[in-house]
C-alpha cells in the first residue's frame, strides 16, 4: 500500500480508539449505576433499573445505532454526529450487559461483610463504598475485560454512518487497491493487537486490586512430629 492508504488506515485507528474510550467510559458509568440499582431496597428502583437492562440488552447494538442516527433527529429536532451517536449507541447498549456484571459481582460478596456493616452503624452508601465495592470491583474485572474487547469489536457497527473508523476506511483502502485479502488481513491484525493490548492492560489492574483483598496466610514452617511414647510412657 501507499503512503497515502496507510495514512489513511492509521486515521481510523485513531477514529477507533476515540470511540471505545468514550462509548466505555459511558458504559462504566452505566454499569454501576444499574447494577448498583438492582439491588437497592427499594423495588421501584429495582424494577427500573431491570427495564433498562432488558431493553437495551435483548436489542440489537445495530438497529440502536441506526435509531439513535436517523431516527432521534426528526423526532426531537436535532442531529448527533457520528462519534457521539455511536458513544450513545454503544454505551448504553453494552452498559445493560456490564450491569448485570457489577449486580452478580455485588451479589456475590458475603452477606456477613454487609451484616458487619449494619452493626457499625454504617449507611447504606457506607456500606457499599466500603465494604461491597472493594471486594466486588477485583471479581468484575475480568469479565468486564471480555465486555470491552467485545466493545472494541462492535465498534465496527458505526462505519455505517459513514464515520471513518477502522472498518470503515479499510473498506476504501480495498475498493481503492481491488484486493480484499491484505487488507482485511491487515485490519484483521490491527484489531487483535488493541485487543492483546487491552488484555495485557487489565489484567494488570485486576492483579493491582486484588493486591490489598485476600491476602493469603503466610506459610508456617514445618515441624518435625516429636517421636511416638514407647511402653509405659517412656521415650
Known amino acids: 500500500m501507499t503512503s497515502g492508504l496507510w495514512e489513511l488506515v492509521l486515521q481510523g485507528v485513531w477514529v477507533t480508539i476515540q470511540l471505545l474510550v468514550f462509548s466505555s467510559l459511558l458504559a462504566a458509568a452505566v454499569s454501576f449505576v444499574v447494577g448498583v440499582a438492582r ?17 437495551f440488552r435483548g436489542t440489537s447494538a445495530l438497529v440502536m445505532i441506526f435509531w439513535v442516527f436517523f431516527v432521534l433527529p426528526p423526532a426531537f429536532g436535532w442531529q448527533l454526529v ?3 451517536a455511536g458513544t450513545l449507541a454503544l454505551g448504553l447498549t453494552y452498559g445493560a450487559y456490564g450491569s448485570e456484571i ?4 455485588l451479589g456475590a460478596v458475603d452477606p456477613a461483610q454487609k451484616e458487619g456493616g449494619i452493626a457499625l452503624s454504617f449507611t447504606p452508601w457506607q456500606r457499599m463504598r466500603l465494604i461491597m465495592l472493594p471486594q466486588a470491583v477485583p ?22 454512518m ?8 479499510g473498506n476504501l483502502v480495498r475498493l481503492a487497491l481491488q484486493e480484499s485479502a491484505e487488507i482485511y488481513t491487515y485490519i484483521l491484525l490491527i484489531y487483535f493487537v488493541i485487543a492483546f493490548l487491552l488484555t495485557r492492560v487489565m489484567r494488570g ?9 485476600g491476602k493469603t496466610a503466610p506459610k ?14 517412656v521415650r
Request: glycine share 12%; charged share 20%; net charge positive.
Open 205 to 213: 489492574l485486576e492483579k493491582k486490586l486484588k493486591a490489598g483483598v
Open 139 to 160: 471479581e468484575m474485572i475480568p469479565p468486564f475485560s471480555n465486555l470491552l474487547i467485545e466493545l472494541l469489536k462492535g465498534t465496527a457497527l458505526v462505519s455505517i
Open 220 to 233: 508456617r514452617k514445618a515441624v518435625a512430629p516429636e517421636p511416638a511414647a514407647g511402653i509405659g510412657g
Open 162 to 169: 459513514g464515520m471513518g473508523d477502522l472498518a470503515f476506511s
Open 82 to 84: 457520528p462519534m457521539w
Open 39 to 55: 439491588t437497592h431496597q427499594l423495588w421501584v428502583v429495582r424494577f427500573l433499573a431491570g427495564v433498562y437492562t432488558e431493553v
Open 102 to 105: 457489577v449486580r452478580g459481582a
